[in-house]
T-cell receptor, first 113, second 112 residues
Framework: KAGVTQTPRYLIKTRGQQVTLSCSPISGHRSVSWYQQTPGQGLQFLFEYFSETQRNKGNFPGRFSGRQFSNSRSEMNVSTLELGDSALYLC????????????FGPGTRLTVL | QQQVKQSPQSLIVQKGGISIINCAYENTAFDYFPWYQQFPGKGPALLIAIRPDVSEKKEGRFTISFNKSAKQFSLHIMDSQPGDSATYFCAALLGSNYQLIWGAGTKLIIKP
């Protein structure tokens, strides 16, 4: 089975712009979680989707949003980018109803200038 | 109450030694405790996991010890090798709200 794929791998944007990141989960997986990873901050949970429904959301401002499509692919969007949004954004998929064993993609490295 | 506290933040161990990373939690509703390993430039990957009805789980050189009464769990890496150098994250699953709560990570360096 192919692993979790994320596109693009690298992205450079300027403050005020918006960005959309894409995640394709492992085939058959219905749960997709998104994380922001910055040095010293560990993994910060953004949101989790299961069968197109957002089941949980972390403590991020409304500029961060996501969605999941019927084929389980997911996108996250960040509007009005700020310098502090520079981070590695990781997507993880899980096969069952509970997001216990998560399979991570390689991440998208976002740099905001 | 939703936090998982991980220590130490960084750890240097000689090759062949035992690496020990500790995590503590407060919420007794957590019901699944995985450890993830992350190499630079890669996403985290599941290393080993345990459920609270088990006190210890071993897979090769990696062992999780779980102390339910103390609300602590730890990862032991026996015979540590330079290839084990990575960042390790503990986590705890709150199944009722479908969220993994993550520790802050431990950067492990194994010196040859």
């Amino acid at each position: 089975k192919a692993g979790v794929t994320q596109t693009p791998r690298y992205l450079i944007k300027t403050r005020g712009q918006q960005v959309t990141l894409s995640c394709s989960p492992i085939s058959g997986h219905r749960s997709v979680s998104w994380y922001q990873q910055t040095p010293g901050q560990g993994l910060q949970f953004l949101f989790e989707y299961f069968s197109e429904t957002q089941r949980n959301k972390g403590n991020f401002p409304g500029r961060f949003s996501g969605r999941q499509f019927s084929n389980s692919r997911s996108e996250m969007n960040v509007s009005t980018l700020e310098l502090g949004d520079s981070a590695l954004y990781l997507c993880a998929s899980s096969g069952g109803g509970r997001p216990d064993t998560q399979y991570f993609g390689p991440g998208t490295r976002l740099t905001v200038l | 109450q939703q936090q998982v506290k991980q220590s130490p933040q960084s750890l240097i161990v000689q090759k062949g030694g035992i690496s020990i990373i500790n995590c503590a939690y407060e919420n007794t509703a957590f019901d699944y405790f995985p450890w993830y390993q992350q190499f630079p430039g890669k996403g985290p990957a599941l290393l080993i996991a345990i459920r609270p009805d088990v006190s210890e789980k071993k897979e090769g050189r990696f062992t999780i010890s779980f102390n339910k009464s103390a609300k602590q769990f730890s990862l032991h890496i026996m015979d540590s090798q330079p290839g084990d150098s990575a960042t390790y994250f503990c986590a705890a699953l709150l199944g009722s709200n479908y969220q993994l709560i993550w520790g802050a990570g431990t950067k492990l360096i194994i010196k040859p």
